[in-house]
């Protein structure tokens, strides 16, 4: 492709820069990209990359960032069935990460994390202690942290298994399924004795 031939002016170049960058971290991790891979994918100049975004550290940065709010997913969830919070939690985020329309910033976002100190911080952040912890302060009768990290472990684990390690079981398996066995875990850790 030539030099933004294919694309709807600027807005589609930035938003190709992004898909491609987000692309690029799943397969290769943060130190794999270069703002010269990105360039020669989406098929610009690297100086139309640097214009849009400056540096390699505001692509990547800009790359991870993810659509929604935490805590109104978490006060959604808390509207409903408490005794069905563990798969309807499983459920929304499975159904949000699957979406073609987010699954690639998430991956990303995940590869990302497992080399980068600033995105597992925004991970343990926005997903642990603000997503897992507003659901474990509405209904954990104990011991709020250690519920939310519990809870979160079990569905990060699941999100490698299934985003970003090829081959295995759970990349391949029915998503209502998976929200029926996860979410029996996470209601678990949510509401149970952990005492027992």
């Not at 898909?19 to 989406?42: F, K, M, P, Q, Y």
């Not at 329309?101 to 980068?116: G, K």
């Not at 302060?137 to 472990?153: F, I, K, Q, T």
């Not at 079981?169 to 996470?186: F, K, N, P, V, Y």
Request: charged residues 25%.
């Amino acid at each position: 492709m030539t030099t933004q031939q294919g694309f709807d002016g600027g807005t589609g170049i930035r938003q190709a820069i992004l898909d491609v960058t987000r692309r690029e971290i799943s397969e290769c991790g943060l130190t794999g990209v270069s703002i010269r891979s990105v360039a020669r994918r989406v098929g610009v100049d690297p100086r139309l990359v640097r214009h849009y975004y400056g540096s390699k550290e505001q692509l990547l940065r800009q790359a991870v960032q993810v659509e929604g709010n935490p805590v109104e997913l978490a006060a959604h969830l808390l509207s409903g069935s408490r005794r069905r919070l563990g798969r309807a939690t499983a459920t929304a985020l499975l159904t949000h990460w699957d979406s073609p329309r987010t699954t690639i910033t998430y991956r990303a976002r995940l590869s990302a994390s497992l080399t980068s100190d600033e995105i597992a911080g925004l991970m343990r952040d926005e997903f642990v202690r603000t997503f897992f912890g507003t659901l474990a302060e509405g209904v954990s009768p104990d011991r709020h942290e250690l519920r939310a990290a519990l809870a979160a472990s079990q569905v990060i684990g699941l999100a490698l298994c299934r985003y970003l390690i090829d081959g295995t079981e759970l990349s391949r398996h029915d998503r209502d399924d998976l929200a029926r066995l996860m979410g029996r875990t996470i209601q678990h850790y949510l509401t149970a004795d952990l005492a027992e």
